[in-house]
């Protein structure tokens, strides 16, 4: 389990990770072939491999869930019979922004293998994440993503967003894991 403050330890994340085999190579202009992730985004929705609507602010409610989208560049794939094999792992963190101490963590955010028939030039990832138990304020997801296949360093950013007040928690007082209104038996 993770770290840091007390109660945080529940927080929820609900993975989810898609994949989209494109037939055409993505292009980047500063590639030297170094397995990357491209910088994480904050969504509104994420439809597919490059279809996304940003977030505006990158802020949502603790009723909200953090969507974040990204792409591997620069990754193996793994002959298994007649099909190509992608394998990734991912870990993640949570802390306010600007600062070291970690508020929750998870070394295995999710473990990936997906077969194609032919080598995928486009994978994108989807993180869902509920922030229920954090407070009101300027936090950053950092996402680790390990190419499996191609045993490279792993590729690790972060994204900043916001967690605002909902409208439930407008009247009262949060408590000290951000419940709205002072609440503090079990949320």
């Not at 970690?102 to 473990?111: A, M, N």
């Amino acid at each position: 389990m993770g770290r840091g403050a007390r109660g945080l330890g529940r927080l929820v994340l609900a993975l989810t990770i898609a994949v989209a085999a494109r037939g055409a190579s993505v292009g980047d202009p500063e590639e030297d072939g170094t397995f990357r992730v491209t910088q994480p985004v904050v969504c509104k929705e994420i439809r597919g491999f490059d279809d996304y609507d940003l977030l505006p602010g990158a802020a949502v409610t603790k009723d909200d869930k953090l969507l974040v989208y990204f792409t591997p560049h620069h990754f193996k794939t793994a002959r298994v019979g007649k099909k190509y094999q992608a394998h990734f792992s991912e870990g993640g963190l949570i802390r306010r922004r600007g600062q070291k101490a970690v508020l929750w963590s998870r070394e295995k955010l999710l473990e990936l293998k997906s077969t194609y028939d032919a080598p995928p030039k486009g994978i994108f990832i989807k993180n869902t994440v509920s922030v229920k138990e954090l407070k009101p304020g300027e936090y950053e997801f950092e996402v680790t993503l390990h190419d499996m296949v191609g045993d490279s360093p792993p590729s690790t950013r972060t994204v900043p967003f916001g967690v605002v007040p909902s409208a439930e928690g407008a009247g009262g007082k949060d408590d000290e894991l951000g419940r709205p209104g002072g609440r503090t038996g079990p949320g």
